[in-house]
C-alpha cells in the first residue's frame, strides 16, 4: 500500500499543475472513465460555469504524484444551504473522482479534506454516480463511521445497446421494421444523406445545431436550453477543446441537403454517448429522430464499439432499443441532524407516491 503525502484543496484546474495528458490518464485508471471525467469536459466547464460556483479541486499525492482528483464545487442550495457537489453537475450524465492505485486510501483522504472544511459547508451531495462505481458505498462507510449522517437513492436509469458479444442481437435491433420504415419514408420523398463530424468539422455546424433545437422546442412546455448563451458557449468551447480528438461526434441526416436531424454525442473509450439531438419540427410526425437513431446505431456497428450508451434518462425509445439498463445513484452527507431527517422524510414520501402510480 503506497504512503499519502499531500492532499490540497485547489480553486482552479490549472492550479492542480496536470497537464491534460496527465490528468486524461489519471481519469483512464479510474473506476469512472467517461468523457465527462476528462480535462476538456472539466476545463471547458469551469471557463464558462466557474464564475457562478466556487470550484474545489482536492488533490491527492503519494511519493509517485497525484493518485486522486476530486473536482467538485460548492454553490447555494435553493435555501441557501452551502452545498459541495461534483463539478459540472447538471451537465455531465456520469460524475465519480479520478482515482488509480489504493482507492479506499485515496477516498479516506479526500473525506478527510472535505470533513476537515465542514465550517465551510452544510451538505454534500453527489449525484449521477455510475451504480458499478464502489465510490458510493465506499464514501458512505467512510462518513457514517465519522459520525455524518447519510443519504443514498437511486436517481436515473442509463439504458444502452449492448453490442461486443451481443452483434447479432444489436444487429437485430438496427434492423427493427420500426426504424426501417421512418428511413425509407424520408428516402422516398427525397435525397437522404448522413455526416460524421469530429474535430474541427464541428465547429461550422454549431450554430445550426443551435437554432434548430431552438425551433423544435419553441412554443412547448420545455423551452431549449440554447437559448441561455453560456449552454451555448459551453458547446462551443467543449468543441474547441476537443478539436484535436476524435471523442465529440456531430451527426448530421440531410434530407435534400438540408439538416433533418442532427446530434451532438461521443465517441469514447470504444463507446457511442447518446447527449443532445435536435431535428427539424416541420417533418416532426414522422419522427426523424428516429432516423438519426438508426444512423447512430449503425455507426457504432459500422466501427465495432463496445456499446451504444443512451446515457440518463427513462425516455420511452430508449427501453424499445436498448439491451441493458443501469442506473445512476446520489448520496446526500449531512452535519445538522435537522436537514437529515427533513430529507430522509422527503425521500419516504416520495418513494411512497411511487409505489401507487
Not at 118 to 134: A, C, F, H, Y
Not at 145 to 157: H, I, K
Not at 230 to 250: C, G, T
Not at 289 to 305: N, T
Request: net charge neutral.
Amino acid at each position: 500500500m503506497s504512503t499519502l503525502t499531500e492532499t490540497r484543496l485547489l480553486k482552479s484546474i490549472g492550479a492542480l499543475g496536470l497537464t491534460e495528458e496527465a490528468w486524461n490518464a489519471l481519469a483512464s485508471e479510474s473506476e469512472t472513465n467517461s468523457i465527462f471525467q476528462t480535462y476538456q469536459w472539466m476545463s471547458s466547464w469551469e471557463k464558462v460555469f466557474g464564475g457562478q460556483c466556487e470550484p474545489w479541486y482536492f488533490s491527492v499525492a503519494d511519493p509517485s504524484g497525484i493518485v486522486g482528483v476530486a473536482p467538485l464545487m460548492v454553490k447555494p442550495g435553493l435555501m441557501g444551504d452551502r452545498i459541495v457537489r461534483f463539478l459540472g453537475d447538471g451537465k455531465a450524465d456520469y460524475c465519480d473522482f479520478l482515482i488509480k492505485g489504493e482507492k479506499q486510501q485515496v477516498l479516506e483522504a479526500i473525506c478527510q479534506a472535505l470533513f476537515a472544511a465542514r465550517e465551510q459547508w452544510d451538505v454534500i451531495e453527489l449525484n449521477n454516480i455510475p451504480g458499478e462505481s464502489s465510490t458510493a458505498a465506499t464514501v458512505q462507510s467512510i462518513c457514517q463511521c465519522a459520525g455524518f449522517r447519510v443519504l443514498q437513492r437511486d436517481l436515473y436509469p442509463s439504458p444502452a445497446l449492448l453490442i461486443k458479444g451481443h452483434e447479432e442481437e444489436a444487429q437485430t435491433i438496427f434492423n427493427k421494421a420500426g426504424l426501417r420504415r421512418r428511413q425509407n419514408y424520408f428516402q422516398r420523398i427525397g435525397r437522404l444523406t448522413v455526416k460524421h463530424l469530429t474535430g474541427t468539422a464541428v465547429l461550422p455546424c454549431l450554430e445550426g445545431f443551435f437554432d434548430q433545437h431552438i425551433a423544435r422546442w419553441a412554443d412547448s412546455a420545455s423551452p431549449s436550453l440554447f437559448l441561455n448563451e453560456r449552454n451555448r458557449a459551453f458547446y462551443q468551447e467543449l468543441a474547441l477543446a476537443l478539436a484535436d480528438k476524435k471523442w465529440l461526434l456531430l451527426s448530421v441526416v440531410e434530407l435534400d441537403d438540408r439538416p433533418l436531424t442532427m446530434h451532438y454525442g461521443f465517441d469514447f473509450n470504444e463507446r457511442l454517448l447518446w447527449y443532445k439531438p435536435s431535428f427539424d419540427r416541420v417533418h416532426s410526425k414522422h419522427s426523424p429522430g428516429l432516423v438519426l437513431l438508426r444512423h447512430l446505431i449503425g455507426y457504432a456497428l459500422d466501427r465495432k464499439r463496445v456499446e451504444f450508451d443512451f446515457t440518463i434518462g427513462d425516455e420511452p425509445f430508449k427501453s424499445r432499443f436498448s439491451n441493458c439498463t443501469r442506473k445512476t445513484v446520489s448520496i446526500q452527507i449531512y452535519q445538522d441532524p435537522v436537514r437529515y431527517y427533513l430529507a430522509l422524510s422527503k425521500q419516504k414520501l416520495s418513494a411512497a407516491k411511487r409505489s401507487l402510480v
